[in-house]
């Protein structure tokens, strides 16, 4: 965001996956993935995930 406003970085393209960071519901709601990057939920065009809980046991050593 630049003074309250988005900027344009590019356009995704299908089948990319990120990891999401945080969520702000500015401007419809956006996804964080890191760097600054938020990525605009979109429900047409982007569908976001949440691990399973033994996906989740592996990654916390459980």
Known sequence: MNDGRLKFVRILKPGEVYRVY???????GQYAVGGGYYV????THIRYETPSKEKLKLVNGE
């Open 22 to 28: 945080g969520y702000d519901a500015r401007f419809g």
């Open 40 to 43: 605009t939920d979109i429900d």
